[in-house]
């Protein structure tokens, strides 16, 4: 069993939809989630960073994670074709995240139709 | 404020030869990490690097690879003997404890 799942897609989506993207672990040590964004060919850019269980927000994201059921959630209002790109869920045994190798999902394609 | 620069970003060898890739941190950071993405896969991690120390080596491959960052410069990944499976993009990544913070890249092909 893969210590992260995600599931690759490709997820197509209409312009304006939201759009939730989801990774489940099997590892209880994990205590840092993040979730990154890559454009094609080029470097992951971190979009968002938890480590509590529960929601948080910032601007038309909305990162969950839920511990009981290690199961982690991306949410994206108000979806624009500037969206389209591959997210990678990443979690960390550390607090922080920064003191430790990061464990990445695969990654899920997501596509925006205009 | 200048992110974490990698170079070259695109880098092409032979079957036998040496690889050098090159990761300088963003401006304050101290921690480094390299990161393999083979084709169809996911970011994995091979290396964590403080100034002059290796902290966790544990996703390096036994042969060929190694690691450094030396007090002054910037951290190198080396990979000897270079073979097709190593075909891959490597990412560095750097913080300062902080949430990790990514380059852009080296593509390194192996013919």
């Known amino acids: 069993q893969k210590e992260v799942e995600q599931d690759p897609g490709p997820l197509s989506v209409p312009e304006g939809a939201i759009v939730s993207l989801n990774c489940t672990y099997s590892n209880s040590a994990f205590q840092y989630f993040m979730w990154y964004r890559q454009y094609s060919r080029k470097g992951p850019e971190l979009l968002m960073y938890t480590y509590s269980s529960g929601n948080k927000e910032d601007g038309r994201f909305t990162a969950q994670v839920d511990k009981s059921s290690k199961y982690i959630s991306l949410f994206i209002r108000d979806s624009q074709p500037s969206d389209s790109a591959t997210y990678l869920c990443a979690m960390s045994e550390v607090t922080g995240g920064g003191a430790d190798g990061l464990t990445f999902g695969k990654g899920t394609h997501l596509i925006i139709q205009p | 404020n200048a992110g974490v620069m990698q170079n070259p970003r695109h880098l092409v060898r032979r079957r036998g030869q040496e690889a050098r890739l090159r990761c300088s941190p963003m401006?304050?950071?101290?921690?480094v990490y390299w990161y393999r993405q083979l084709p169809e896969e996911g970011l994995k991690f091979m290396v964590y690097?403080?100034?002059?120390?290796?902290?966790?080596e544990s996703g390096m491959p036994k042969e060929r690879f190694s690691a450094e960052f030396p007090k002054e410069g910037p951290s190198i990944l080396r990979i000897q003997q270079v073979v097709r499976g190593d075909s891959a993009a490597y990412f560095c990544a750097s913080s300062s404890l902080e949430t990790q913070y990514f380059g852009p890249g080296t593509r390194l092909l192996v013919l």
């Open positions: 401006k304050g950071h101290s921690h």
């Open positions: 690097l403080q100034k002059e120390n290796i902290i966790d």
